[in-house]
T-cell receptor
Framework: GDSVTQMEGPVTLSEEAFLTINCTYT??????LFWYVQYPGEGLQLLLK?????DKGSNKGFEATYRKETTSFHLEKGSVQVSDSAVYFC????????????FGAGTILRVKS | KAGVTQTPRYLIKTRGQQVTLSCSPI?????VSWYQQTPGQGLQFLFE???????NKGNFPGRFSGRQFSNSRSEMNVSTLELGDSALYLC?????????????FGQGTRLTVV
């Protein structure tokens, strides 16, 4: 079945450091790919998405490119802030009927000032 | 526009009891999905409802059930609660469509089974 693999955390960075969180997927067909973020005590918020190969999703300084050849959707940000500290989830929505999301395990990001 | 509203936010139940959780989607959204989040298993899909019909179902036992009303509000029910059902239950609504539609999540219901 469809699956998503994320790099394990926690990832601890200093403010203004470069961030990469790796995400790879296994799916049949052409899934849509998403990054969600969860702040403490909150639900999930969509950070960015890409619906086809070579699409780049971007939002709030975060970017990810849909790479079909490597089945990857790595999250990057050039300069992280303390306020970016959260849990980040990579997810896919496959070609099954409906809006089912398959999530990776999540990566905790801690940014120190 | 109001977001996804889940009630209650917190719940404590005893083993063997049953529980009903409620979700009000964003106005105009007809798809409602439910997820279970635990430290050990992460985020797992329970089921999705669209226009009052279950459209997708995850790999959970029959003790977990749901329904959707004509106004798109949804409830999920867990019967004969077990300690392992302690989790954050998240509801998400999506506009009509499938696959690449953004899912908007509520803040969740934290269920503790004692």
């Amino acid at each position: 079945g469809d699956s998503v693999t994320q790099m394990e955390g926690p990832v601890t960075l200093s403010e203004e450091a470069f961030l990469t969180i790796n995400c790879t997927y296994t799916a049949t067909g052409y899934p849509s790919l998403f990054w969600y973020v969860q702040y403490p005590g909150e639900g999930l918020q969509l950070l960015l998405k890409a619906t086809k190969a070579d699409d780049k999703g971007s939002n709030k300084g975060f970017e990810a490119t849909y790479r079909k050849e490597t089945t990857s959707f790595h999250l990057e940000k050039g300069s992280v802030q303390v306020s970016d500290s959260a849990v980040y989830f990579c997810a896919l929505s496959g070609w099954t009927y409906g809006n089912k999301l398959v999530f990776g395990a999540g990566t905790i990001l801690r940014v120190k000032s | 526009k109001a977001g996804v509203t889940q009630t209650p936010r917190y719940l404590i139940k005893t083993r063997g009891q049953q529980v009903t959780l409620s979700c009000s989607p964003i106005s105009g959204h007809r798809s409602v999905s439910w997820y279970q989040q635990t430290p050990g298993q992460g985020l797992q899909f329970l089921f999705e409802y669209f226009s009052e019909t279950q459209r997708n179902k995850g790999n959970f036992p029959g003790r977990f059930s749901g329904r959707q009303f004509s106004n798109s509000r949804s409830e999920m029910n867990v019967s004969t609660l077990e300690l392992g059902d302690s989790a954050l239950y998240l509801c998400a609504s999506s506009p009509e469509g499938a696959g690449n539609a953004e899912a908007f999540f509520g803040q969740g219901t934290r269920l503790t089974v004692v």
